[in-house]
Structure formats: C-alpha cells, structure tokens
C-alpha cells in the first residue's frame, strides 16, 4: 500500500511527524492492504493564519483494486485528531464496501448451487 501525504502552505511538518502519520495510516488500514493500492492524506488548516476550534482538516482517499477511490473528511483541534477521525470513518467504508462484495459473492455462489 503506498501512502502519500499532501499539507497545505500553512504547515511546516518534519519528517518525524510524516513517518508518524504514515505509520497510523498503515496501522489502521492493515487488515485491508491487500485490497488498497494507494491512500492519498491531505492536511489543511480550514482558517490558516485565524485562529480557531476544530479547524485542521483531514482528507482520506483510498484507492482499491477494481473499485472507485473512496474519500472521507474529518476536522479536528490538531492534525493527528483531523487523521484519527478521517481513520475511524474510512475504515467504516471499506469495511461495509468490503463486506457488501463479499456477501453479494457468497449469495451468488449459493444460487449457483
């Protein structure tokens, strides 16, 4: 699975903090690497030089093989949140496209039967 993080203008971000964010990423999407070829994060502050509650943004897209990508949002006080929620949300979506496939396969066996 290969991960690409984009971060607006307004964020000046080390390394340390990029390997960190790639890692939570692999982590929380393992149990589906073999299905996702690529996940794109891309890091905002929605109010730049305001300041302001919950206004770090995360998108999430994931890419699967043989299906459109899927894309979620999240904002939150800090980037890690932002990641966090966009995390908990994509992994609901894979989950439920994943699974949808794989009961529509099962029901399209058991006819063939």
Do not use: Y
């Amino acid at each position: 699975m290969q991960i690409q993080i984009n971060i607006d203008h307004n964020f000046e971000i080390h390394e340390t903090s990029m390997a960190q964010f790639r890692s939570t990423v692999q982590s929380a999407l393992s149990r589906f690497s073999e299905h996702i070829t690529r996940v794109e994060i891309h890091l905002s502050d929605e109010n730049a030089d305001k300041s302001g509650q919950n206004d770090k943004r995360c998108l999430l897209e994931a890419r699967l093989e043989r299906r459109q990508p899927m894309a979620v949002t999240h904002t939150a006080a800090n980037l890690s949140q932002a990641l966090d929620g966009a995390l908990d949300k994509m992994t609901r979506m894979i989950d439920s496209t994943l699974g949808r496939g794989q009961q529509s396969g099962k029901s399209h066996d058991e006819d063939q039967t």
